[in-house]
């Protein structure tokens, strides 16, 4: 009883994810990964680029899955408490059929089998696949007359969030022979709103708004493609702080059925955030980086913006300069700021290199918490990212959090 099935028509819808039609319960008595009919998806965590998240079908947490992948590259992995299952958005067999071919991975051919439904192909995974999954580099799948191939990247870090999802969300495998009237008790929440929890933070989703640093004032960029637009509450891990258990609260865009989502990386000498999905489709894009600035608060930005100069010569006469403390914003430049502003009436300046001042792109420098945090406010009408709202949690060493922004 080992099935797979990919999403099909699942759409993120910021604090919920709407799943297209399809059965809840498909005919082993388990649940599909790919969503249906009844079926509502809530984000649970991200994870190397993987958006993990809870299917319910009514009360009951049906499934936990994780997807990855933008447009037709998408792909998912998830497990319903008794199948794992890994989706690729192609089926070339009509709505619904029985499917088998061959896998490879990593220069390993094997058979694997599973159903093609709705516009997906369904691999089912034993635990010696699902362990293939997250040890492997590469996959190659024969769908009918396609070869699909993915790159497995963090796949050994989703499987065990969405073996910790299971864990902590209750998922149970369905009743196969369908004897039982009633589903899974929701758990009891003790938020006052009886509202969820947010997954890492375990803060009360309707009571995070009051850690926020800025809220918006008005809706996302009026309309996209017909759908109403608006903004909604995001969390993610930030494991560059020194603390573990820190976390990133932001709004961002969710027009009809798409959210945006923002993703952790890091690099050599600092990391990064990065929209990893889109309400309008935008591709993705670095929103901030953020540096360690040991003690040195904005005294370290100069030294970072040197890091990142082409040409040291770039860099003479250069310094840090406020921008205004409400917000709190700081530019490295080469004049001082109000001399700068009267200079700008003859046309935007830019100087002191690639992270200097740049008065086309919006960018400028700020402190949050022992970090200098370079921001990159979109230049499109539509905003995915609410980049006032990035807002830092850190444990209070109390069980709680204290908030910073900028």
Not at 140 to 160: K, N, P
Not at 243 to 272: I, K, M, P, V
Not at 371 to 399: K, N, R
Request: a negative charge; aromatic letters at 10%; charged letters at 15%.
């Amino acid at each position: 009883m080992d099935y797979l099935k990919m999403l099909a028509g699942c759409v993120a819808s910021g604090l919920l994810i709407s799943c297209a039609a399809g059965a809840a319960v498909n005919e082993y008595g388990g649940y599909d990964i790919a969503g249906g009919a009844g079926i509502v998806e809530r984000p649970y965590a991200q994870v190397r680029g993987w958006n993990v998240f809870v299917g319910f079908d009514g009360s009951r947490p049906a499934y936990c899955a994780a997807e990855t992948g933008v447009g037709n590259d998408r792909w998912r992995l998830g497990f319903d408490g008794g199948q794992w299952q890994m989706a690729i958005p192609y089926a070339p067999n009509g709505p619904q059929s029985d499917w088998s071919s061959d896998w490879t991975l990593d220069g390993d051919t094997r058979p694997i089998s599973g159903v093609a439904v709705d516009g997906w192909t369904i691999a089912w995974l034993g635990a010696p696949e699902r362990d293939r999954v997250a040890q492997g580099n590469y996959m190659i799948m024969d769908i009918g007359h396609a070869s699909v191939d993915r790159q497995l990247h963090g796949t050994a870090a989703v499987v065990t969030k969405i073996e910790e999802c299971q864990q902590r969300m209750g998922v149970v495998y369905s009743d196969p022979e369908f004897t039982q009237s009633g589903s899974a008790a929701a758990p009891v929440s003790d938020c006052p709103d009886d509202g969820p929890r947010l997954p890492g933070s375990g803060i009360c989703q309707g009571r995070a708004v009051n850690y926020m640093s800025r809220y918006p004032e008005a809706p996302p960029a009026a309309t996209y493609q017909g759908q109403n637009c608006q903004w909604v509450l995001r969390e993610s891990e930030l494991p560059s702080m020194p603390d573990e258990r820190s976390y990133l609260l932001y709004f961002a865009a969710q027009c009809g059925g798409q959210t945006a989502g923002l993703d952790y990386g890091a690099n050599n000498h600092y990391a990064e955030l990065t929209t990893i999905s889109s309400a309008y489709g935008i591709p993705p894009r670095v929103v901030a980086e953020f540096y360690q600035s040991h003690g040195e608060g904005a005294r370290n930005i100069l030294q970072r913006a040197k890091e990142r100069a082409n040409n040291p010569a770039e860099m003479a006469g250069c310094s840090v300069v406020m921008e205004s403390t409400d917000p709190l914003k700081y530019q490295v430049d080469n004049v001082p700021h109000a001399q700068s502003q009267a200079m700008a009436a003859n046309g935007p300046r830019a100087a002191c290199g690639p992270r200097g001042l740049d008065q086309d792109s919006g960018n400028f420098w700020t402190v949050i918490n022992d970090q200098v945090w370079y921001i990159m406010p979109s230049h499109e009408i539509y905003e995915d990212i609410y980049t006032p709202s990035l807002t830092v949690l850190t444990p209070d060493g109390q069980g709680g959090y204290v908030a910073a922004g900028f």
